[in-house]
C-alpha cells in the first residue's frame, strides 16, 4: 500500500490563528491550516511545511513543533497528516507561487486571523475533529505567551 505524506501548520500571529479560507464558486467555504503534499524534492517535512507556507500565503515561519499526526487509511493509497505549530513571522501576499495559483479550478486561498477563542474556533468545523479538540486544548497557553 502506498502511503502520502501532508504537511500542515497553525500559524499563530499574537493573539490569532491564521488559516486558510477555501473555497470553489458555488461551494461552501471552508477554513484549513495551511500545508500540502510532501514532494520528492523535499529534504524532509519541515522543507515541506516551509516550502508549502511560502507557496500558499508567502509565509516565512518561525521553529516548527509537532503536535498531531493522523492517517486516514484509503484504498491504495493511505494518507498520513503532520500536523505542526510555528509563529507566523512575516506573510507577504505577492510572494505567493504554488501551482495551485497556476490553475484556477483550484478555488481560493484566502488567509484569515482567526481570534484564539474557543467560539471563534469551534466555529470553523476544521477537520480532523482530533485538531480542532488540540486548538482547544491550548488556546489559552497560546494566547498568554
Do not use: C, N
Request: proline share 8%; aromatic share 6%; net charge negative.
Amino acid at each position: 500500500m502506498k502511503v502520502r505524506h501532508k504537511v500542515r501548520v497553525l500559524l499563530l500571529d499574537g493573539d490569532h490563528l491564521v488559516l486558510l479560507r477555501r473555497g470553489w464558486p458555488g461551494g461552501e467555504p471552508y477554513w484549513t491550516t495551511v500545508g500540502g503534499s510532501v514532494e520528492p524534492a523535499d529534504a524532509d517535512l519541515e522543507a515541506a511545511l516551509r516550502r508549502e507556507a511560502m507557496e500558499e500565503i508567502g509565509a516565512t515561519i518561525g521553529p516548527l513543533t509537532e503536535l498531531l499526526t493522523v492517517t486516514e487509511p484509503g484504498g491504495a493509497v493511505t494518507v498520513t497528516q503532520h500536523y505542526f505549530v510555528a509563529d507566523l513571522l512575516e506573510m507577504r501576499l505577492d510572494r505567493r507561487d504554488g501551482p495551485e495559483f497556476a490553475t484556477p479550478d483550484t478555488g481560493a486561498f484566502e488567509p484569515v486571523r482567526v481570534p484564539l477563542r474557543a467560539p471563534a474556533v469551534t466555529a470553523l468545523g476544521l477537520q480532523p475533529p482530533e485538531l480542532t479538540a488540540y486548538v482547544l486544548e491550548h488556546l489559552e497557553a497560546w494566547r498568554t505567551r
